[in-house]
């Protein structure tokens, strides 16, 4: 691998004005499967590329579920992304308990940003490797954005990231126009449509695939294996009207389990925080004047 002396150390600049290691993390976002996210005026669907070891090791999933207004989708190191989803996750769950609303999705954004550009300006740090598509519905409406190692971030109408995600780029320009009047079952088939641009071999399948979609009305929901399928299959069909016979049932069915899935997590949460939390005593108790958010 190519090395030079300025390449050392994250805080050490090159006589260009260059962060070799933030550019090389920069790179593993590069390399790192294919991830869509484009958005209308009522939705934002992230569409993503899963890749597995071998034929005997299992897809790696690569969107998760931040809270029921916002999910990511990642490209780059998967564990460096798990970890920024868990802080994530925490700052929703402490804004939730101490102001009773949802985090606005550009103040998490920024302060993901925020995180990232702390690793660049460390010595005894290592920049995350992953790069972010967060994408997530609030008060002012629907937003997709995407985070980089190096701090900085933006937010799209619609963007791809990851390997051979130029292919994807292109499909996304020649139609942006289009996507805010797009319902969602047309906004679903644009990502995949953009998605399967990026695939050097082989096609998009209920195995590889990925899509998540959250709206106005709408708790963020994944789509995989049987939930996509109607999906695709669509998609293999003659180049027609985008009527896409999505199943309601199945949308309904994801988005049940979601919720599920979801209240068995902040109930867990809930447990364990009063769990750890010391008992009040004395005058404490009886004033009992709110409570101090959880840590992150």
């Given at each position: 691998?190519?090395?030079?002396q300025?390449?050392?150390?994250?805080?050490?600049?090159s006589?260009?004005g260059?962060?070799?290691?933030v550019?090389?993390a920069m790179?593993a976002?590069?390399?790192?499967?294919?991830a869509?996210?484009?958005?209308s005026k009522t939705?934002?669907?992230l569409?993503?590329?899963?890749?597995?070891?071998s034929?005997?090791?299992?897809?790696?999933?690569?969107?998760?579920?931040?809270?029921?207004?916002?999910g990511?989708?990642?490209?780059?190191?998967?564990?460096?992304?798990?970890?920024?989803?868990?802080?994530m996750r925490?700052?929703?769950?402490?804004?939730k308990y101490v102001?009773?609303?949802?985090?606005?999705?550009?103040?998490?954004?920024?302060?993901?940003?925020?995180?990232?550009?702390?690793?660049?300006?460390?010595?005894?740090?290592?920049?995350y490797?992953?790069?972010?598509?967060?994408?997530?519905?609030?008060?002012?409406?629907p937003?997709?954005?995407n985070t980089?190692p190096s701090g900085?971030?933006y937010?799209y109408?619609a963007?791809?990231?990851?390997?051979?995600s130029?292919?994807a780029?292109t499909?996304?320009?020649?139609h942006?126009?289009?996507?805010?009047?797009?319902?969602?079952?047309e906004?679903?088939?644009?990502?995949l449509?953009?998605?399967?641009g990026?695939?050097?071999?082989?096609e998009?399948?209920?195995?590889?695939?990925?899509?998540?979609?959250?709206?106005?009305?709408?708790?963020?929901?994944?789509?995989e294996?049987?939930g996509?399928?109607p999906?695709?299959?669509?998609l293999?069909?003659?180049?027609g009207?985008?009527a896409?016979?999505?199943?309601?049932?199945?949308?309904?069915?994801a988005?049940?389990?979601a919720d599920?899935?979801?209240a068995?997590?902040?109930?867990?949460?809930?447990?364990?925080?009063?769990?750890?939390?010391p008992?009040?005593t004395?005058e404490?108790?009886e004033?009992?004047?709110?409570?101090a958010p959880?840590?992150?």
């Amino acid at each position: 691998m190519f090395r030079n002396q300025y390449d050392t150390d994250v805080t050490t600049w090159s006589p260009q004005g260059r962060l070799f290691q933030v550019e090389y993390a920069m790179e593993a976002v590069k390399q790192g499967s294919c991830a869509v996210g484009l958005t209308s005026k009522t939705h934002v669907v992230l569409a993503t590329l899963k890749r597995s070891e071998s034929e005997l090791s299992s897809f790696q999933r690569k969107v998760f579920k931040i809270d029921d207004h916002m999910g990511i989708a990642i490209a780059g190191l998967t564990a460096d992304g798990r970890v920024l989803c868990k802080y994530m996750r925490n700052e929703c769950l402490n804004h939730k308990y101490v102001y009773e609303s949802p985090l606005p999705v550009g103040r998490l954004v920024r302060q993901v940003a925020d995180k990232h550009q702390v690793c660049t300006q460390r010595s005894w740090k290592r920049p995350y490797g992953v790069g972010l598509l967060v994408g997530g519905v609030d008060a002012a409406g629907p937003h997709l954005y995407n985070t980089c190692p190096s701090g900085n971030y933006y937010e799209y109408k619609a963007v791809a990231i990851g390997a051979r995600s130029q292919a994807a780029k292109t499909y996304l320009e020649k139609h942006y126009e289009s996507f805010p009047a797009a319902s969602l079952d047309e906004l679903v088939r644009h990502g995949l449509k953009a998605l399967a641009g990026s695939l050097s071999d082989g096609e998009l399948s209920a195995a590889n695939t990925a899509v998540s979609i959250v709206g106005q009305g709408l708790a963020f929901t994944i789509l995989e294996n049987e939930g996509i399928e109607p999906y695709l299959a669509a998609l293999r069909q003659d180049e027609g009207p985008m009527a896409v016979e999505a199943p309601p049932a199945a949308v309904a069915a994801a988005a049940a389990a979601a919720d599920a899935a979801s209240a068995a997590t902040l109930a867990a949460d809930a447990a364990a925080a009063a769990a750890a939390a010391p008992a009040p005593t004395g005058e404490a108790a009886e004033e009992g004047e709110g409570a101090a958010p959880m840590e992150s």
